[in-house]
């Protein structure tokens, strides 16, 4: 009977010594113990989906990387104006000089026709030279004046007139950059011209609003050429 009363007096101490070490388990303490969610890594992040509307709408950093900067300006001489002499424009056949050319603006044409021009004389295939900066706005072969060179100056006022011409400079096109000197074509006679005569026949022409290369108002060029620095 003692060992039957030990064994059970045992039993009731072991139960009470556990249940006392469970309760010692703090919610606290718990916390401390438990395993804690890893973070994820930075590159499995998945940045949302773009919608349609997103994806055909491009932002305007994007735009400004895909736009090229805007092309510097051409410097430039002064711009003639028309009744003032002015040393903007380079005698446009090379080798000529001031005393070399005659004011044949006025000159009669067939037809009625003023010439709106001046003819000058050279031998076949000398070089003819952009008058100013540029670029060449037209290349033209018309009945009267053959093989023809239309030259916008950077502003768009003026159109300089290239006519008869023997022929192009290699690798001239239109819209491309000229700069004062350059040489765009050759002396000939296409066109109504004599082939006993050989001349360049150059005009400038004050643009409209329009800018177009056919249309515009005829100015003498011989004070644009003749004078000091022409």
């Known amino acids: 009977m003692k060992y039957l009363l030990a064994l059970i007096a045992a039993v009731i101490l072991g139960v009470v010594l556990y249940r006392g070490i469970d309760i010692s388990r703090t919610p606290a303490a718990a916390a401390t113990t438990a395993p804690q969610p890893q973070a994820s890594p930075p590159d499995t992040y998945s940045p949302p989906a773009i919608s349609e509307s997103s994806e055909s709408s491009e932002s305007p950093r994007a735009v400004a990387a895909m736009t090229p900067p805007p092309a510097l300006p051409m410097a430039t001489a002064p711009s003639p104006v028309p009744g003032q002499r002015s040393p903007a424009l380079l005698i446009p056949v090379q080798g000529k000089t001031a005393s070399d050319l005659a004011d044949t603006f006025t000159d009669a044409r067939s037809e009625g026709r003023s010439h709106d021009a001046i003819d000058i004389m050279a031998s076949a295939g000398t070089p003819v030279l952009a008058v100013a900066d540029g670029h060449v706005e ?91 620095g022409g």
């Open 138 to 228: 037209k290349l033209f072969h018309s009945e009267r004046g053959g093989l023809t060179i239309y030259q916008f100056e950077p502003q768009g006022k003026y159109a300089y007139y290239y006519a008869h011409l023997q022929g192009y400079a290699p690798g001239l096109a239109e819209k491309q950059s000229l700069k004062r000197g350059q040489v765009i074509g050759y002396v000939g006679s296409t066109g109504n011209a004599s082939p006993d005569a050989p001349h360049l026949h150059f005009a400038v022409f004050l643009l409209g609003a329009e800018r177009r290369w056919w249309e515009g108002t005829a100015i003498n060029p011989y004070p644009l050429l003749a004078s000091p």
